[in-house]
């Protein structure tokens, strides 16, 4: 009789928190902020790739490609940021509004990279 093989399964383990470093200037300094996010699960990926570009419909019945790219990239980042660390907000209440989305766009694609 063959002997059976055991069917081996992997499954590649998410970290607790993904950090990503981005240098900026702020007032004429260099600064090294560090951005702190939760991994994107599933749908949030999806959502993210999904609104990257998207049909639409235009005036004469046609459609057209837009791009979402900003709003995807904010979307994702809001979702998933836990915390920036070198960033002054000068006291914001809302520390995710205060932040340009240059900045969130720019650490999205190195955490989606």
Not at 74 to 79: G, H, K, M, N
Request: a negative charge; charged letters at 25%; proline letters at 4%.
């Amino acid at each position: 009789m063959a002997e059976e093989k055991k069917q081996v399964l992997f499954r590649v383990a998410q970290p607790e928190e993904i950090r990503v470093k981005i240098e900026l200037e702020q007032d004429g300094e260099a600064v090294s902020t560090l951005h702190i996010f939760r991994p994107p699960s599933a749908v949030d990926r999806k959502n993210y790739y999904s609104r990257l570009s998207y049909m639409e419909m235009t005036a004469g019945g046609g459609q057209r490609q837009v791009s979402g790219v900003i709003e995807a990239s904010e979307q994702l980042y809001d979702a998933c940021i836990k915390q920036v660390e070198g960033v002054d907000f000068g006291g914001a209440a809302d520390w995710k509004q205060a932040l340009p989305i240059e900045i969130k766009r720019a650490a999205v694609v190195l955490l989606m990279g």
